[in-house]
């Protein structure tokens, strides 16, 4: 595995490419049955990225390309039959009014049960097929609501890291966002989110969030992201 690495960059740009992919009879066999014991995944268009390169002045330009969601999730199979597919997704590390940590472990009927990760989600394909900030900051907000029920402003998100590396080198465009919220008042709007989402017939995403000081997080009982214990660590050392 690569380790996870945290860019700091001080500006981002993103420049798309057309990639030729062999998606054959047998992932799509595959995903068929994938989609049979997951009714809840749909395969649509995905973002895909192919490098993430950190220029002398400090700026990151990343290369993606549009891919699907069995292309991404074609990792799981037992015998992969294309290249894998590194995702570009966002996250936002959310914190509240006392500086814990927003932790959502994912729930049974998601494609990665019982993991523990920072709100966020895959990037979707933008309406106009041009990729940049303002998309990925507005992508975050949406999966914040969609995950935890809160509401937030994209000028409430404050660019923070891109992550490389880990077990499948995906990127990760990093968001911190800074709460004037308590622990109850976020755990009551998020119950009332789930409520709201089954009363509707649907499922959440989060079965539940943690709530704690990133100095304080042990994950040695848990499978979590892998991006999490270096995002926890950045976290604690700019508060020292």
Known sequence: ?????????????????????????????????????????????????CSCALDDDGAVTLEWYVTSYAHYLQRKAVAPVTEPASALYCSVALRSRTGDLVIGQMSETTSSPSRLQLPGGNIILPDRGELSLAHCVANACEEVEEEVGLCLAPSALRFWRVKTGGTQDDIGIMFECQLELTNPEISDVFEQHKQALRSKGEIPELDRL???????LHLDAFECVDYLPAVALALANERD
């Open 1 to 49: 595995m690569i380790p996870v690495t945290l860019l700091k960059p001080v500006a981002i740009s993103f420049k798309q490419i057309d990639v030729e992919q062999d998606i054959s009879l047998v992932l799509a066999g595959w995903w068929e049955k994938f989609a049979d014991a997951n009714p809840t995944l749909f395969n649509g268009p995905l973002v895909g990225c």
């Open 210 to 216: 943690l709530l704690v000081q990133p100095a304080n």
